[in-house]
């Protein structure tokens, strides 16, 4: 036979061994009644690219996920169920992914405790929807800053001094104005004692920088780069939410908290008094409890806590004892075994429904340009 012959029979013989095994394999997998791992999407609706929660939900999704092959899952229970794909989404913010979670257009997202109380009530901005009775928590992943970032020269050292300035209050499907609202409600000011901007936080500290904002409210776990650049750069700084009304807010939100923005958390910057909230991941009831078991269990993994500091910003991050904490809706099934399994404090109070922030004018004014 001759040298290429050989080759040729040899390889289309060893095809045809490699095809029986694959078949012995596949035939084997059958009988043992075993089938490939069935691929399983969950979403997680985050918020601007810039803030907080976008960065938190990729993470959430780089651990979680377990496609076949890879091989950090191979440990017990470093990611999330076989075949589970986590996948993040930008959003608007808070108000925006718990109406996307109780329409049925995400798996999941990550919301302010004090919109997903006002979501289990059914008032403020969810009044027409109702009460989101299926709404569920996973997880307390960690503690926001409400932060009031003026201009330098805008001569404004309290929230009292924003009236008649202008101030940006962040986006209409964002936890952000829900907070502010209440903010400006407590130091008895409204969104017509200020010139209202609507614009993403983003876009926001922008205006504020070229000098067309005056103020801009930002709530996320602190650093915050867009709010640490313009300290650095000397054109902005932060302003105290304290006095009586915080005490008025605090009184009025009860799922707001006194809290100090501690001194080097931004270069440059003393203590900040302030209040803060918690973020919660949020889910639907009809997630499967197995699912939800298995994706906290992940979570909590003590294999993934090195990469989990890497990325922490604000308080109690991703950490196991908060996590079943002030949660404003009930805990989800899956979750809340996990927890209990873990002997971890749980309180599924019921939640006390924050005042609903004033309804912003019929028809908001936009900050004119300079």
């Given at each position: 036979m001759r040298p290429q012959r050989q080759i040729a029979f040899f390889s289309l013989l060893a095809g045809f061994v490699a095809a029986f095994s694959v078949l012995a394999l596949a035939a084997t997998g059958i009988a043992q009644g075993l089938e490939a791992p069935q691929r399983v999407a969950f979403q997680i609706s985050t918020g601007s690219t810039t803030g907080s929660y976008y960065p938190v939900g990729q993470m959430l999704a780089d651990l979680l996920s377990h496609p076949p092959g890879v091989g950090r899952?191979?440990?017990v229970d470093v990611c999330g169920p076989v075949g589970l794909i986590v996948s993040t989404r930008a959003s608007e913010g808070s108000i925006s992914n718990v109406n996307a979670i109780t329409s049925g257009n995400v798996s999941s997202g990550i919301a302010q405790a004090d919109v997903v109380a006002l979501a289990v009530a059914g008032k403020g901005a969810f009044a027409k929807?109702?009460?989101?009775?299926?709404l569920r928590v996973i997880a307390n992943?960690?503690?926001e800053d409400v932060h009031l970032l003026?201009?330098?020269?805008?001569?404004?050292?309290?929230?009292?001094?924003l009236r008649g300035k202008r101030v940006s209050i962040s986006t209409e499907g964002s936890g952000t104005i829900n907070t502010a609202r209440a903010v400006l409600a407590a130091y008895r000011l409204s969104e017509r004692s200020i010139v209202a901007n609507y614009d993403?936080?983003?876009?926001?500290?922008d205006l504020l920088q070229s000098g067309a904002l005056?103020?801009?409210f930002y709530v996320g776990g602190t650093p915050v780069n867009l709010i640490q650049q313009l300290l650095d750069e000397g054109v902005a700084v932060l302003v105290p939410i304290t006095g009586e009304g915080r005490t008025r807010l605090l009184r009025a939100q009860p799922h707001l908290?006194?809290?100090t923005i501690a001194q080097g958390t931004y270069s440059g910057s003393g203590n900040v008094e302030t209040v803060a909230v918690d973020?919660?991941?949020?889910?639907?009831?009809?997630?499967?409890?197995?699912?939800?078991?298995?994706?906290?269990?992940?979570?909590?993994?003590p294999a993934n806590r090195a990469t989990i500091n890497e990325e922490r910003v604000g308080a109690h991050f991703m950490e196991l004892a908060a996590a079943g904490k002030g949660t404003m809706a009930p805990l989800h099934p899956g979750a809340a075994r996990f927890y209990m399994e873990m002997g971890v404090a749980v309180t599924e109070q019921q939640p006390v429904a924050p005042t609903a922030p004033p309804a912003p004018p019929a028809a908001p004014p936009r900050a004119p340009a300079k």
């Open positions: 899952c191979q440990a929807t109702g009460p989101a009775k299926q992943l960690y503690g003026a201009a330098k020269n805008a001569n404004i050292k309290s929230v009292a001094d993403s936080g983003e876009k926001a500290t005056d103020a801009v908290y006194a809290h973020a919660l991941w949020i889910t639907d009831a009809s997630q499967p409890e197995t699912l939800v078991y298995g994706v906290v269990k992940s979570l909590f993994n």
